[in-house]
């Protein structure tokens, strides 16, 4: 899949680190291998030596410049015809706060056998995400800056 270049925000040799394109919450980032692969252990040792410090400089961009309070990292892809890659997600306090304020997703607590460890947790959140800010025609207002505006200052951190 070509990613549109105004989603770029840093390369190096093994990976390309874009904002996703189909995400309407700002600082939504995917980093993904240019060896086409989906496992880990077909990557080259310099591939594997580079993808820690683009997670650790994405993770500090979302966290420290733009205020995540949480920043999720995850491996899915089990969707054919895509390289390895991450999702890293902002939670941002503004959307833990649509979370609670919509009460769809109070059905969440009935999967629960007694209390978590706490109010809600990554799964919940990410789920959230994906389908108010990735899934939905109209999702949410954000409150920060636009995508481009965030795009613009992770490249700023990120450049290699």
Known sequence: MEIPEQFHVSETSGWLVNHRINSALPG??????????NDLSELSPEALAELGPLIAGAQTALGTVLGAKRVYIGRYGH?????????????????????W?????????????GPGETPTDGAELTFFV?????????????KGPSITE??????????T
Do not use: N
């Not at 108010?132 to 025609?137: D, G, S």
């Open 150 to 159: 965030t795009i613009e200052l992770a490249r700023k951190i990120l450049r």
């Open 101 to 113: 304020q919509d009460e769809r997703y109070r059905l969440l607590q009935t999967f629960a056998e």
């Open 79 to 99: 969707a054919p015809g895509y390289p390895i890659h991450f999702h890293i997600i902002p939670i941002y306090q503004w959307v833990e706060d649509l979370f």
């Open 130 to 142: 994906w389908r108010e800010f990735c899934e939905r025609a109209e999702p949410p207002p954000i």
């Open 28 to 37: 939504y980032l995917m980093v993904s291998s240019r060896s086409f692969t």
